[in-house]
């Protein structure tokens, strides 16, 4: 292992430059890079545009400017502050979103913060999902704790969970001028977790065994187990002890 590390060297990209794919220690991107196929390094920095046509391994991306990665990706840690797109599956420890990332064949990881906007057309998977911004997730959110705060329109096919608490953030004045007319609520056809507090959600079911439906609410069923609390300006279609 220690030898391997050894043979390691750097590849930086400064202007326009290819290469195809290998083994290194630090890669950086500073302006336009093309990898034609499977990257492994230590980090992966890029600054600048960057198209990866093969998989990706990686202790810790950096994403600054614009990537798109082909193949799987298997991480330590990712760190996005520009846009990039993943076409194939992502397992990683830790995800950190401050831009805006599309997952094409969902999401692994233990910890996925979003400060940004994460997209994804099938599964998210993790212990903890935090969110100060905005998501899609066209499949299932599965994750430990769950904790939404909006500031645009936020949906999930499925979202289960053992806690899952759903807010609206209180963004800054200017963030509000940008997205006048967008409604910021949570749509999602199924939540069901153990406990489950909600405000501005649009749900057909809602199943849980403490359950809080707040303000700005609209849900077609909720079944609990032990305790119920609805706000007297949430909308609830019928609610049943399971």
Known sequence: MEQKQQSRHDLN????????????????????GKVGGDIDCLTFTSNGTVGIEGSLHADSLNINGTAKVEGPTTLDKMD???MSTFKDQ????????NGRAIFDKG?????????????????VQCESFSVKGHFTIEGLLNAGQVDIKMNLPCSAQEIGGEYIVVRKWKSPRIWEQLHHGFSTRLKAHIIEGDHIDLEYTEADTVRGNDVSIGP???????????????????????CVRI
């Open 13 to 32: 990209i400064s202007g326009m430059g290819r290469t195809g794919g290998g083994v290194y220690k630090d890669v950086k991107i500073d302006g336009m």
């Open 216 to 238: 700005g609410c609209t849900i077609r069923l909720v079944e609990y187990k032990n305790t119920i609390h609805q706000d007297p300006e949430a909308k609830v279609g019928s």
């Open 90 to 97: 992502v397992q990683c420890r830790a995800v950190f979103i």
């Open 80 to 82: 996005i502050g520009g």
């Open 107 to 123: 999401l692994k990881s233990d910890t996925v913060e979003v400060g940004g906007i994460l997209k994804t057309k099938e599964d």
